[in-house]
């Protein structure tokens, strides 16, 4: 018997209409079957492939699913009335109102199938056959191993297809997370290789035991093999030699049979629980490990302080924290097919804290395939397997996250099917925090997104912008369309610079931007609401600290005397000040300083400004004087000083930095849209 393929039409009309059927086995006739060993082949219980197929427009072929039948699973019979049944391990869902093909695979030519052909008699008469009566029952060819060729006129194969039919309208699948674990280590000694398995170092077993190279038998001294369970993981160690395996079988408290033979041979060696999981992800700069396939159970689990180490690399660490997975964000993907009788919806629920456990269920929200989802306003988590084992509250098997998938129909022969092999969800976290402060040695703190090393998590830096030379610019106005919810900020700072500056561009500080607009105006969380903001340079950098002396100016000085004390005990070459009258804190000038002494201050510039003559003035040492700000002495022109003090007014280069701040990173801001104009004064 050669390969074969009888082709079949499908037929809406006899299935309600359905624009959908699930094939889930072929029927078929064999006439003879080869011997067992002597055949033509000399496969020993040679089997048969059986498949279903499309076939295009020039007879190609396109296997859509098969099965192997094991050569005792074949049934020959001289009168055609033995059954050899192939099922399909997962039904194979097709269209209606098409042709299809069913591919049959003989192993060995021995075998022959009964086939209805014009002409051949008719079993148990001596009547010969008049052949197919219908073109819809399909034709049959030989097949080359890629296309249907050679047909085999007024002949057609003696088969059956059988379909699925459905007993209820509704089923829910509830699909769950793997069993991940997310481990903080310390003490790391070597890589571990990804998709070994790794074990936590736990306290060995009574007893030892012999173990022998290429064999599955294991024999104990003072052991208790009887409490055991089969399938439990254990680790059976030899010097530097550890191997994972489960048991299969326990003879006695002395002697059982695991499910792999051993690797090496060894007649007192020591064996324990193993708690073990397979390496997903080593990050070696933030020191986290993630593994998978857990076996961790309530009463054996990774925690803090164990070692763990490579079955493979036997590479080690010290587990310093058993993580949860913040989840903030996620994609689902599910794979599946609908039909015009069906629906598919889904809902989703992860674990949440209500201050002394972790809780899943109760409610569930709704799941969009395909689409980037948010999680509500509480922190949800899937949870290290660790933690999973030991709480009560979680779903079914102790399990953090849960996907309910609810497939519907209304016709008895077509259903929505769900792929849950291919069927995932990608989750985000949100790397950011609500910190940008950071604390001087004497415990001061500062914004340190001023400085080019800012603590920030999430942060935005856009490209340098550079207007003409002949164009420079007088003052900055950034507009912002953004996202900004309560518990959420958007700080906007910018880096400007004059090209007569003798400073590099990237040396510069970054200056604070305020807000003008809209300064305390949040966005509606359910709407995801987009603001406009509108932004510009300070009137003065902030304030360091104030010097305790009084000062007099004079008229075209650059001369600022003290009253009393020394000045150069507080301020020094370099510095930028900001000098005003106490009783009038709105008139200013902020200047930098040449020299200080005892008795006065220089400055870089002379003093002009009428409310800022005379005694009683105070001055402010400005924490970072070399950012930007608007000028008051010079119609507010943006001005800013060097790191030699000089004063530069105007820019024709800027660059703006946006830092996201969140309380939580369930709930963050976004911006949608950033404007940056140089403008005139």
Not at 209 to 235: A, E, H, K, M, R
Not at 314 to 341: G, M, N, R, W
Not at 453 to 467: P, S
Not at 529 to 554: H, R, V
Request: aromatic share 10%; proline share 3%.
């Amino acid at each position: 018997m050669l390969n074969i393929v009888q082709t079949f039409y499908v037929d809406a009309g006899a299935v309600q209409n359905a624009d959908n059927i699930s094939i889930t086995a072929a029927d078929l006739y064999f006439k003879a079957k080869p011997d067992r060993t002597t055949n033509e082949t000399g496969i020993v219980n040679p089997g048969v492939t059986v498949g279903v197929c499309t076939l295009d427009a020039s007879n190609n072929v396109t296997i859509l699913g098969q099965v192997r039948l094991e050569y005792d699973r074949i049934y020959d019979s001289s009168s055609a009335d033995a059954i050899t049944t192939a099922t399909f391990t997962t039904p194979i869902n097709v269209p209606t109102n098409q042709s299809y093909g069913i591919v049959i695979l003989p192993e060995d030519g021995g075998y022959d199938v009964w086939i209805n052909k014009a002409g051949d008699r008719i079993t148990g008469t001596n009547d010969p056959s008049g052949g197919p009566t219908t073109n819809k029952n399909g034709k049959l060819y030989s097949y080359t191993g890629t296309s249907a060729s050679n047909e085999v006129l007024n002949a057609q194969l003696k088969f059956g297809v059988n379909i699925a039919k459905y007993t209820q309208n509704s089923t829910t699948i509830d699909l769950v997370n793997e069993k991940y674990e997310f481990l903080a280590f310390s003490n790391r000694v070597n890589v571990f290789t990804g998709g070994e398995y790794v074990f936590a170092n736990t306290v060995p077993f009574a007893g030892t035991i012999n173990v022998t190279d290429n064999s599955d038998i294991i024999t104990g001294v003072g052991t208790t093999f009887t409490n055991l369970q089969n399938q439990q993981p254990i680790v059976i160690t030899s010097g530097a030699n550890s191997q994972i395996v489960a048991v299969a079988s326990i003879t006695n408290a002395t002697s059982m049979t695991v499910n792999s033979v051993m690797s090496f041979t060894n007649t007192a060696a020591t064996f324990r629980n193993g708690i073990i999981g397979k390496v997903v992800m080593g990050d070696y700069v933030a020191n986290k490990l993630v593994l998978t396939n857990s076996s961790a159970t309530n009463t054996a689990f990774f925690s803090v302080g164990q070692q763990v180490t490579g079955s493979t690399s036997q590479s080690s660490a010290i587990i310093t924290a058993v993580e949860d997975l913040p989840v903030d964000k996620f994609v689902a993907h599910i794979e599946a097919t609908t039909t015009i009788s069906g629906t598919i919806t889904a809902t989703y629920s992860l674990a949440y804290s209500n201050g002394s456990t972790y809780i899943v269920g109760g409610s569930y929200d709704k799941l969009v395939n395909g689409q980037q989802q948010t999680v509500d306003a509480s922190r949800r988590y899937i949870l290290s397997r660790s933690h999973e084992v030991v709480n009560n509250y979680l779903y079914n098997n102790n399990k953090s996250a849960i996907t309910k998938i609810t497939l519907t129909s209304s016709n008895d022969y077509a259903a929505p099917v769900l792929n849950d092999r291919s069927t995932d969800i990608i989750v985000y976290r949100n790397q950011v925090s609500n910190a940008y402060m950071r604390a001087y040695a004497n415990g001061v703190t500062y914004d340190s997104e001023v400085t080019p090393n800012g603590v920030a998590l999430a942060k935005h830096i856009t490209k340098k912008m550079t207007f003409d030379n002949q164009r420079k610019a007088e003052d900055l106005v950034v507009y912002a369309s953004a996202y900004r919810p309560a518990g959420t900020d958007i700080r906007f700072y910018a880096r400007i610079y004059n090209t007569e500056d003798s400073d590099a561009f990237d040396d510069k500080l970054w200056t604070p931007l305020v807000y003008d607009t809209n300064a305390d105006l949040r966005s509606a969380v359910d709407s995801h609401q987009i603001l406009e903001y509108k932004l510009g340079l300070p009137a003065f950098p902030d304030t360091d600290f104030n010097i305790p002396l009084k000062f007099t100016t004079s008229a075209n000085s650059a001369v600022v005397t003290a009253v009393s004390g020394s000045p150069n005990s507080y301020v020094g070459a370099g510095a930028i000040v900001k000098i005003y009258n106490e009783l009038f804190p709105s008139n200013y000038m902020v200047t930098s300083v040449n020299n200080a002494n005892t008795t006065a201050i220089t400055l870089n510039q002379r003093v002009t400004d009428n409310s800022v003559l005379g005694s009683g003035q105070v001055i402010d040492v400005l924490e970072f004087g070399q950012t930007a700000f608007n000028n008051k002495g010079n119609f507010n022109v943006a001005r800013y000083f060097n790191s030699t003090g000089g004063a530069f007014d105007t820019f024709n280069t800027v660059q703006i930095k946006a830092v996201l701040l969140a309380d939580n990173t369930n709930v963050v801001p976004e911006i949608d849209q950033i404007e940056v104009l140089g403008v005139s004064a």
